[in-house]
């Protein structure tokens, strides 16, 4: 199997450097992407390869279930590197229908340590319970709770000190909550996008009533 990957890199390499020679060069001399994509390290979701990005070109943060938690050294690292280093225009936080993440923390399902990480879906959860509780089929459900789930990291993204910060410096800079759909492979904006700390309130609430008011 590692021997088949290996292959696999080698006849890739070949291919990028017969379509652009210049290709890997670039690389090396600089990494200017105008995007950070936080999504779930769901195997089923590729970030550069669903937006049709080349290396480079998408900066990328995936955990279990696309979660930004104010404590995680690891996302605020790689966000702060985006936007202080890189200075990415846009940071889309991605989740994905059929979330086995988001599914687990619904069910209350017991996995070990995982369930600490989960227990932040579960706040979104409780959090939404009511609007949770008018979706009777549970495939449904668990969709809306996809979806509430992407609106509420946006909100923990837009909180931090480190997009704050850029927009008490006027730098350009949008947070955006997309989700992707398994079954047909498209993207859908579930109308959450953030440009200054002023918007974020009402566009939340804007974003949360459109998911009540549609059809499932």
């Known amino acids: 199997?590692?021997?088949?990957?290996?292959?696999?890199?080698?006849?890739?390499?070949?291919?990028?450097?017969?379509l652009?020679?210049?290709?890997?060069?670039r690389l090396t001399r600089q990494q200017a992407p105008e995007f950070l994509w936080i999504?779930?390290?769901?195997?089923?979701?590729?970030?550069?390869?669903?937006v049709s990005l080349l290396p480079g070109e998408l900066f990328v943060h995936r955990n279990v279930a696309n979660v930004v938690v104010h404590t995680d050294l690891n996302c605020l690292s790689v966000l702060h590197f985006a936007v202080e280093v890189l200075k990415v225009k846009h940071i889309i936080v991605?989740?994905?229908?059929?979330?086995?993440?988001?599914?687990?923390?619904?069910?209350n399902a017991k996995l070990g340590l995982i369930d600490n990480w989960l227990r932040h879906i579960q706040d979104v959860h409780h959090k939404h319970h009511q609007c949770m509780s008018e979706v009777e089929d549970s495939e449904l459900a668990a969709n809306r709770l996809c979806e509430l789930n992407?609106?509420?990291?946006?909100?923990?993204?837009a909180q931090t000190t480190i997009v704050q910060d850029a927009w008490?410096?006027?730098?350009?800079?949008?947070?955006?909550?997309?989700?992707?759909?398994l079954h047909d492979g498209l993207l859908r904006d579930l109308r959450m996008t953030v440009?200054?700390?002023?918007?974020?309130?009402?566009?939340y609430h804007e974003a949360v009533a459109a998911l009540v008011g549609k059809e499932d």
């Not at 088949?4 to 990028?16: G, T, Y």
């Not at 440009?195 to 566009?203: C, G, K, N, Q, V």
């Open 150 to 157: 992407v609106i509420e990291q946006v909100v923990n993204v």
């Open 39 to 50: 999504g779930c390290a769901d195997s089923r979701v590729p970030a550069n390869e669903i």
């Open 1 to 18: 199997m590692l021997t088949e990957l290996l292959e696999k890199n080698r006849k890739w390499s070949m291919h990028m450097t017969e």
């Open 195 to 203: 440009s200054s700390a002023e918007s974020l309130e009402p566009i």
């Open 20 to 25: 652009d020679p210049e290709f890997f060069l």
């Open 168 to 181: 008490n410096r006027d730098q350009g800079l949008s947070v955006h909550g997309w989700i992707y759909g």
């Open 94 to 107: 991605c989740g994905h229908y059929g979330c086995g993440g988001v599914k687990a923390a619904m069910e």
